[in-house]
């Protein structure tokens, strides 16, 4: 399969793979860090002679993902997809592709305690973290963390195998490494720290203080929307470049990357492949996580709803196009604090990407794991507006959205497959309320996603009741119509 991957119809590593270092472990061999932080690595080696290699690590779940890339001497392909063509990159800067549950969590430690790594970096996503989305803070609770504690030098929790790692560097009088969170989550660095310190205190209290002092956890922003690899996408790929590459993966062209410039054992020269390397990430996140995120999970629940399987289905719709626009300009930009960008211009480059047709990114997928996503997406812009006592209620539609999507029953009577960490107690509330009123009260006392403050104020509870109650009568169409048409 290496030969055949080389002689792709694609941009090829021409660089020499043996010349790379494994100096990065990513934990999250999943589509998003394919098509984008291994990319900036890979154009770094073909373009400016790096040799930051990586170590790719998963450690509950995706076996196959792994045992296909080793099948391909841990090549892969990138298929970039526009309106107007596609084009193809494989990938070579995976050194090395391991999986816990498979090769051993003892192999895994092995390759996280070489002397020459700098960086571990993950893209768990937001659940990975074990920790309350309401509040940033570890659960002790959670099955995993507590699984862990009972026995941490055989973790399977990524704070869990973080922690173990450096406490067996530390033992081996190795220097620490960085820790690099790339998922979507605001001051995702310090939601890292907070985590993996929580744990390492549970554990060992002077541990706990060797990571506080010798670690760094720098932020990022991260931008590139890349779809769920499917059977269609696979045989687009096949098409574009002449190989089957069931590792392969498809995104849109646009990619950004902002990191926090904070790192222990050195770092790769990012910024040549066009990744910012800033002070302060925040500003960044929050831009990103209201306006792109933010407005594609209100698409998500309230497209589905109306029967749009797709972020560019939405886009044909004019009534969502124009709430999804009002919703970033009108109620997400006010909130942020970031400067020197032109953020009417911002919202029109995302309503362009929503539009491509290539990329028919699933409304469901984008559904997926709201608990973890609503906080940082709405309800802290919803709580600016309480502060300052502006209008919001396309941010209370959205949350509606939610509300009637993890009902579990869609407009035409059909289940809705509902994922999500706290999907029990979701199910509890939906199931114990009556359909309404009651069923909005119930799943606002769900304190892990909206605190405590949040549902005692009376102007939210009611905007969201009224916006929930439009979609039980009217319909997500028409209610998305209504506030489309009162803009």
Not at 1 to 20: E, G, H, S, W
Not at 343 to 356: C, E, K, P, V
Request: net charge negative; glycine share 6%.
């Amino acid at each position: 399969m290496q030969n055949k991957l080389l002689t792709a119809k694609a941009t090829l590593p021409v660089y020499d793979r043996n010349a790379l270092v494994p100096r990065i472990v990513h934990l999250g061999f999943g589509a998003f860090h394919r098509a984008h932080q291994a990319v900036y690595a890979d154009i770094l080696a073909a373009e400016h002679g790096s040799d930051w290699g990586y170590t790719e690590v998963n450690l509950i779940g995706g076996e196959q993902q792994i045992a296909d890339l080793n099948q391909q001497n841990t090549l892969y392909t990138v298929a970039e997809m526009s309106a107007d063509a596609w084009t193809a990159r494989v990938v070579g800067v995976v050194k090395r592709a391991l999986h816990a549950e498979v090769d051993g969590l003892e192999t895994v430690f092995s390759a996280m305690c070489e002397p020459q790594v700098a960086i571990v970096s993950l893209t768990i996503t937001e659940k990975g973290y074990c920790h309350s989305p309401a509040t940033g803070e570890l659960m002790l609770d959670h099955p995993l963390i507590a699984a862990d504690l009972r026995d941490p030098h055989h973790p399977r929790s990524a704070p869990g195998v973080i922690v173990e790692a450096l406490a067996r560097r530390k033992a081996a009088g190795l220097a620490a490494f960085s820790v690099m969170s790339c998922d979507n989550m605001p001051e995702n660095g310090h939601v890292l720290r907070k985590v993996v310190c929580a744990y390492a205190r549970a554990v060992d209290a002077g541990l706990a203080a060797w990571i506080e002092q010798h670690v760094t956890f720098p932020s990022t922003m991260v931008d590139r929307i890349v779809p769920a690899v499917t059977a269609d996408t696979l045989d687009k790929i096949e098409q574009l470049t002449g190989v089957r590459d069931p590792a392969g993966v498809a995104c849109e062209p646009f990619r950004q990357w902002v990191i926090e410039d904070n790192f222990v054992a050195g770092r790769p020269q990012w910024e040549k492949a066009g990744a910012e390397l800033v002070s302060d990430v925040i500003p960044f996140e929050e831009m990103k996580l209201r306006m792109l995120n933010g407005s594609h999970s209100f698409l998500a629940y309230l497209g589905y709803l109306a029967g749009y399987q797709h972020i560019n289905d939405c886009m044909e719709d004019d009534n969502y196009r124009r709430a999804a626009h009002a919703l970033m300009l009108k109620e997400q930009a006010p909130t942020l604090k970031v400067k020197g960008v032109d953020l009417g211009r911002y919202a029109g480059l995302l309503i362009d990407r929503y539009s491509n047709p290539a990329l028919r990114h699933r409304t469901w997928q984008i559904a997926m794991d709201g608990s973890q996503k609503l906080p940082q997406r709405m309800l802290d812009s919803v709580r600016w507006h309480l502060v300052h006592q502006t209008p919001f209620d396309l941010l209370a539609l959205g949350v509606a959205g939610w509300m009637r999507y993890v009902g579990g029953v869609d407009e035409q009577g059909n289940a809705i497959e509902v994922c999500d960490p706290l999907l029990a107690e979701i199910q509890a509330a939906v199931r114990h309320s009556a359909e309404g009123e009651a069923r909005v009260q119930a799943l606002l006392s769900i304190e892990a996603i909206f605190g405590k403050e949040l549902p005692l104020e009376n102007l939210f509870v009611s905007k969201v009741t009224k916006a929930y109650l439009s979609l039980l009568e009217n319909g997500a169409k028409a209610t998305v119509a209504a506030a489309a048409g009162s803009l």
